[in-house]
């Protein structure tokens, strides 16, 4: 099952989510895509940000300039289900 990397902000202004569009074989292989997301959030917005291992998978949080929170995690991509 391929895995995508998500981030949302979690506190703060709204803003929309940001995808990463790349996907990932497994969800080792998408902790670094977390690790490249959240680097790129903090570098892009001037944040600050560390990443916290949850239920054995890492999980990214950067903390903005503008005051925002952003959680940045891997998630399961079932892909658009038929409609047939």
């Given at each position: 099952m391929p895995?995508?990397?998500?981030?949302?902000?979690i506190h703060g202004p709204h803003a929309e989510p940001v995808v990463d569009r790349q996907a990932f074989c497994?969800?080792?292989c998408a902790g670094v895509g977390v690790y490249q997301?959240?680097?790129s959030i903090s570098s892009?917005?001037?944040?600050?940000a560390f990443v916290l291992r949850r239920r054995?998978?890492?999980v990214g949080y950067v903390v903005t300039r503008d005051g925002?929170?952003?959680?940045?995690q891997a998630h399961?991509?079932?892909?658009?289900?038929d409609t047939d």
């Open positions: 895995y995508i990397v998500v981030a949302e902000v497994s969800a080792a997301l959240t680097h892009g917005q001037q944040g600050a054995d998978r890492p925002r929170m952003w959680l940045v399961a991509w079932r892909g658009v289900p």
